[in-house]
């Protein structure tokens, strides 16, 4: 019996030392660039958990979202990973919103010769708040802008209020790809991000979002098991979270239970093997007491 634990022992022992550990699994790059799979001159650029895309054209380039708050020399590395790929011209900056997490950091394209284009709601923003960090945009936008460059057509939409009351949906149509950031977490339950949002206008937001031709969905944060793009399904599944977390917060709000009382018993069950779950459940519920409970 001893010899046979002893042989159990170093069996123990041989498959530890053959087996990483979570402390030994490698860890992702804080900054990557990576072309999107399908496409000649799409690429997605990640600074910790924030990302942004640019597009390379032979007449210059066109990215988004510096996506370099509270990291100083993020906008540079960002233009460092487009030198990389290309020593075309940086064309134009876009602003997905008026975020400091995502646009924070831009000087450096402005250096580069970049155009700065936002949402005129995101402009008229960041000239009342005159963050340092963030520059001012060269040039507004209404409900739609197409720019041209190189054989590649960019179109910029405003849909209305969601996230934020800036937020600009890109879409490359020949490449049938959008770029939306925030208002859609791909396969993660929403997160702090939610108490901005207005949710009856954002549901409407996510009907029109599906009704535009497009098949993949770049979004602001990699959220998705192996950084996956989102479909239609998963703005899908948005809308439908939303919806549920709705109906649930306004029996509580209409029983007089907001704010302690609602948020402590509010759960959604369905979504808890989401991952974020146990994270903005809180977020999720504040909102929707307020807009249930307060009317706003």
Known sequence: MIRKAAIAVAALVCAAAVVPTAAQAPQRAPIETRKVEGTENVYIFRNGNHQAIFIVTPQGVIATDPVAYGKPQGGAQYVAEIRKITQAPIR???????????????????????????????????????DPHTVIPDESVGNKKVIKLGGTTLELHYLGLNHSDSTLVMRLPKEKIVFIVDTIPVGSFPGRGFIDIWPLETEEFLKKVMAMDWERLIPGHPGAPNG????????????????????????????????????????????????????????????YCGLWGRGT
């Not at 134009?92 to 997490?101: E, N, R, W």
């Not at 450096?108 to 009342?128: P, Y």
């Not at 007089?256 to 974020?276: H, I, N, R, V």
Request: aromatic letters at 10%; one cysteine or more.
């Open 92 to 130: 134009y900056l876009i602003y997905s919103h008026h975020h400091f997490d995502h646009i924070a950091g831009g000087k450096a394209f402005k250096d580069a010769g970049a155009r700065v284009i936002a949402h005129k709601n995101a402009t008229a923003r960041l000239k009342m708040l005159k």
């Open 228 to 287: 996956r793009l989102g479909n239609k399904d998963d703005v899908k599944a948005v809308l439908t979270l939303m919806q549920d977390a709705s109906t649930e917060m306004k029996t509580m709000a209409r029983e007089g239970k907001c704010w302690d009382t609602a948020e402590k018993e509010f759960k959604l069950p369905k979504y808890e093997s989401m991952p974020g779950y146990a994270n903005g459940l809180p977020f999720v519920a504040r909102r």
